[in-house]
């Protein structure tokens, strides 16, 4: 006979249940408070690519015009705080060593007349490579203002610059227009994971999972049960971020409001069904925790919200395939800057479909397989 | 006797002082809770001292404060001459301490758990082969060195925890709940080894909730609420009793309806079921009158039996409840399409290579108390769960009111009711809300469920608490709370896993008036216990035993099995023993 019998009184019960269980323990209150506005404030506000706040020594020896007009230029750029001035070289490795200054400018005395006879001038630059990634940066921006300084040495000339990119989407590359709506992705992500996975175990703990398997209640009236609340707190904190996005942050909305919502609804839905497998496998909730972790960090790296998915070894693209986030991302990154079309978002949209019915029915299964 | 070399010189003349532990108005609690009140008591070298008492009496917390491990709020404790605040590093050596818990690593084997342990006192382990083997021949662990100690028996484990805390020579042994997950054989043994003990001189204190082990104590300790309710020799506790227990005999199907009118009877301080019996203690001073004009009308004997340590404990109480279950009485009687209610046939469950129920048939009939008795690890627990449905058998099947649970439909389940160990209530919720929630899982409509939740409510006393968290309340009232969302449904058929483990003699006596109220109303009650004197409430009691039912009868005629010259009465304990012992012999020579 098919156990597949639904009724709305035991799954109103069920449902008030989780609602309330989810909003009294303390530990998944933090899951679904805390997060967001941690994650918001640190990766919106702290964890930047962008190079700012950072002070340059510089060794001046020479006294002419050119080296005096790079200094200045330094001196105005928005990025350096300080230009510390330094009278040796030794200073100026000391200042590095302390990490007082990622760079340092050593400019030679014959600077500026190398360049008044008609040479280019050289000057040294010294980066600190504990930090290799902002001293990098750094350095391009201190040679775009070195293309500067040379382009009014020689106004006339065609100064050579190798390559002009332009930035489409996102033409000031602003980091937050890109990390923001990813967020919302990941969020939405680890509370469901995180509030159904400890669903079944927090349960389970209690002993009151086995009350509810001899009730006449049906596996598939426990899954729905257990789905509606993280389905509801997700989506509401995924539309939390991205309002943020867009109200808080300026992000142009150029997508469509209804399909994101859509695909948010079903992302959901499939980390649901992963969490709902994790906790019927987890005997505590401690392992429930862990286990959501495990899973939860090794798809947001291989979802392309680090590195693009295109880099990856072959065999791991197609895994990536199988992570919701992976087409999340697409959808949620394409709606905030791209306006993508319909269609485009559709074909991100019935994947995230399949791995939603494969997760939530292998839940199933695994609920079901916790009677053997 | 041989002198026992673990034991160091204690004092023994008559001359020196014999007092182990002087413990003087000693207070503990924690936050609001006040675990021990100003309790003074003394304990003797060379006596086996028992601290009783029921869960949440404060016995582990006066153990931690004995060994150390807790400084008390006000008052002293001296140990073995040393103060256990001030010299804390002398009572460590002092003191030989067995947690509740098996504070052992069960991923060590027997022998690299005893050499941690002998390290972590500073001693040397090869230097000390021969205080080992002494050991292990005292604990008859010697076969098992090699043995992973999470692999062991419960009743192994005791034995390798109390070969520890021998280890440093203590000159006072604490063992908290020794007795408890350890089946009666192994539960001798220990009995035998700490009698070995005293006998050389040391002090043994054993703590336990179970109150027939109270009187092996050649002195008691017993707590109730953190206060201490008597100290001394069980006999003179029991002494105060004489005259007053009495036992109604061979009273048959009709004891339930007679346990209850006796326990209405003002008269009467206390009654319980015993197999076919009823046994009575009555009030103090009072006349044996009503109680023999009550026997007179049920055409029964009744008898003079002597007092037990339970009945003093329930008297020291002032009494047990009465004996009118207001939850039966608003029962309408259980009508049944069959006599059968459960059943089972060839019913086996493997997990693996292991096999946890072997081969078991039974049929349990409506208005049936049926116990499922048994060691841990015996089956009980798997079997009863593949009765309610919980786990699928590998063989075999098991029906309950008709129907097959492994094609369990909601309408099957719909027909029984479970109360898991440890009240499985929801600490998140209130009282109202799990009883709401019980409701709605059961699918009442919104008018029954409205009147079933005041019923219990009424029924139960429930209404100043309705707000509450579960874990607030009382243990009586949790138990109360769980039993009411267990029958919120009114099951023809009602599973107990363990109901009243833990949980104190007067509750339990509550617990049993409501079940018994149950059953005289036709519910079949399906139930485990390893309180053995529980097993006598049963009309008919499954006896399990490595996995095989081993005995299947009604808790007199497993008595009777067990009965012999020198002990004309034997108790259910008795009967196990026998039962288990007669088993292994069986098994042995079958392979």
Known sequence: MLT???????????????????LRDPR?????????????????????????????????QDAGRWSHELVQRLDSSRFISHVRHVDSQRQLHELIDRGEVIAALAIPMDFSRTIAAGESGRAQVLVDGRRSNSGQITVAYLSTIAAEVAAEVTPDAQVSIPVLVRHWFNPNLVYRWFIVPGLAGILALFSALLITSLSIARERELGTFDQLLVSPTSTSEIIISKSLPALAIG????????????????????GSFGLLLASLVLFILSVVGIGLMISAVSMTQQQAILGAFAIGVPAVLMSGFATPVENMPEVLQWLAQAIPLTHFLIIVEGSFLKAMPPSDILASMWPLAVIALATLTMATVFVRGRLQ | MQTNPFVAATPKSESEDTTAVIIEGVDKHFGKVQALRDLSARIQYGRLTGLVGPD????????????????????????????????????????????????????????????????LRGMDTNRNADLFDELLDFTRLGPFTKRLAGKLSGGMKQKLGLACALMARPKVLLLDEPGVGVDPVSRQDLWRMVQALTDEGMAVVWSTAYLDEAERCESVL?????????????????????????????????????????????????????????????????????????????KVRLTAVPARFEDAFIDLLGGGPGGTSALAERLSPVELGSDIAVSCRNLTKRFGDFTATDNVTFEVRKGEVFGLLGPNGAGKSTTFKMLCGLLKPSHGEAQVVGHDLRLATGEAKSRLGYMAQKFSLYSMLSVRQNLEFSAGVYQLNSYTRRKRIEEMIDTFVLSDWLSAAPDSLPLGLKQRLALACALMHRPPVLFLDEPTSGVDPITRREFWTHINGLARKGVTIMVTTHFMDEAEYCDRVAMLYRARLIALDTPDALKRLAANANRPDPT????????VESADREMESAE
Do not use: C, W
């Open chain 2, 572 to 579: 259910m304990e008795d009967a196990f023993i026998h039962l």
């Open chain 1, 235 to 254: 989506t509401l904190l995924g539309l939390f971020m991205v309002s943020a996005g867009v109200f808080l942050f300026g992000i142009p909305f150029t």
């Open chain 2, 222 to 298: 017993l707590l109730n609420k953190g206060q201490l309710l008597f100290d001394g020799p069980p006999q003179e506790l029991t002494a105060q009793l004489e005259g007053r227990s009495f036992r109604l005999e061979d009273v048959g199907s009709e004891r339930r309806a007679v346990l209850t009118e006796a326990l209405n009877l003002p008269t009467v301080s206390d009654g319980v079921i015993q197999g076919a019996g009823v046994r009575i203690v009555l009030r103090d001073g009072a006349q044996v009158k009503q109680i023999q004009a009550l026997a007179d009308k049920a």
């Open chain 1, 4 to 22: 597949f019998t639904l009724s709305f009184t035991r799954l109103r019960a069920q449902f008030i249940k989780e609602v309330l269980l989810v």
């Open chain 2, 56 to 119: 949440g009496a404060g016995k582990t917390t006066l153990m931690r404060i004995l060994t150390g491990l807790l400084v008390p709020n006000a008052g002293h404790v001296t140990l073995a001459g040393y103060d256990v605040v001030r010299d804390n590093d002398a009572i460590h050596v002092a003191s030989g301490y067995m947690p509740q818990r098996f504070g052992l690593y069960e991923d060590l084997t027997v022998m690299e758990n005893m050499r941690l342990y002998a390290q």
């Open chain 1, 28 to 60: 998944s209150r933090m899951v679904v408070f805390v997060p967001p506005i941690l994650q918001l404030l640190v990766f919106a506000f702290a964890a930047t690519l962008e190079v700012s706040n950072v002070d340059i020594a510089v060794y001046n």
